[in-house]
């Protein structure tokens, strides 16, 4: 199995972070394919705790190639900023590669980002004002600015003036703000263009390449399925495709190299930002599972909504994503609870819904149909093996499997390395 796509099953902060870096010890190339600067993955090795957003979760493995894929959008302040945390806890960067079709972000796309919520005042989207909307959209756009034409600075010039431009009639004439100075930015950013012209590459025949030679290549989502701006809770969502299919579109590597897809889905459900969340729990049970497993946002420090694990959710990435395997993390944050509710689907007007609705009005007023587990009120952290789990834990991951027609494959126990119990043989 050469080629594996991590992806987020649920509104993302699933523990892919812990999850790809588990899996990277096997690989040759961890390689992000979408997102940018909004994600927020971490991983925990020897009690140090590495909080990544741009950087591939294999970053702490000297031997590995990292590469950043055409369909991130770079933050480059952000990005040299990560490389120069990690240099500085002694973590080898330069098995990084970025690719030359790679989006740059501005800081008009942060501004724009930030006057866009304003404006929409209650309909806001919650993002993490990173400016990832506004980026994706010059993208789509053909406004925008590459790596490669960063790197070129003739060229860059000439699209930074063009975009400075243009920015500066909406930031002045929609926004009533003060307008930006193409200056400024082309002198910050030509300073990061020297920086960052060492790591990149088409990596896209990097990655084919390495393929095609045999090399292990692990595909690391952000976000995830129900933020994917196709399927997820549109509008309420992210502006890429976290979903398993954007690893091919993100990276160059056509769906035939795709070997297996691993979906990861937290042991109960959390959502920052806004929108719908039908089995949110906004009460005493929620502010428990918050506080037990400390559910604050890496990137922007934000409170993570809490509710009961979501199967409608799961079953549905597991259509959208062709799931092979599920990776349950933070299944031990479960471990003091007396009763655990599991959502097996949703009803909707007393009808028993068969599709996951793309109508977000009737995805507000759905009842959750609830099945009711008794917890194993054991601590499970120390657990390295699928069958020393108590016999409630496994009830509870057999009915995962059985509603979502998708078998775990991996059990996560802890945020650290070893904390991790897998039960397939033919993962990677
Ligand atoms: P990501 O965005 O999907 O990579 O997830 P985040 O890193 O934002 O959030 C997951 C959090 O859970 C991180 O703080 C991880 O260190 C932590 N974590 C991951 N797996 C486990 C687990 O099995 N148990 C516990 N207790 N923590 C975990
Ligand atoms: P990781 O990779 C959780 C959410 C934001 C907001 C919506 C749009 O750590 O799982 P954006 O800034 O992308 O325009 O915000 O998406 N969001 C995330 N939520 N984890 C993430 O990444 C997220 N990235 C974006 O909170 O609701
Ligand atoms: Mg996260």
Redesign the pocket.
Known sequence: MPSIVIV?TQ????G?GKIVDYLSERSDFIVRSQ?GS????TIVVDNVSYKLRLLPSGILYKDKICVIGNGVVINPKVFLEEIKGMNDKGIDTSNLRISSRAHILFPYHILL?EYQEKMLGDNK??????G??PCYMDKMSRMGIRVQDLIDDEMFQKKLKVNVETKNVLIERVYNESPLDYNDILNEYREYALKLKPYTVDTAYLINDALDNGKKVLFEG???TM?DIDHGTYP????SNPTAAGACTGTGVGPLKIDNIIGVVKAYATR????PFPTELDNEIGEYIRERAQEYG?VTGRIRRCGWLDLSVVKYAGYINSLKYLAITRLDILDTLDTIKLCVGYKHNDALLKEYPANLEMLKNVTPIYEEFEGWKTDISEIRNYDELPKNAKVYLKRIEEVTNVSVGIVSVGAAREATITCATDLF
């Open positions: 987020g509104w993302g902060d699933e892919k997102g909004n994600a927020g993955h980002d989207i919650g993002t993490t004002k990173n990832i909307g952000a976000q995830a933020l309420f969502v992210t502006s920052v930002g806004e929108g890496t």
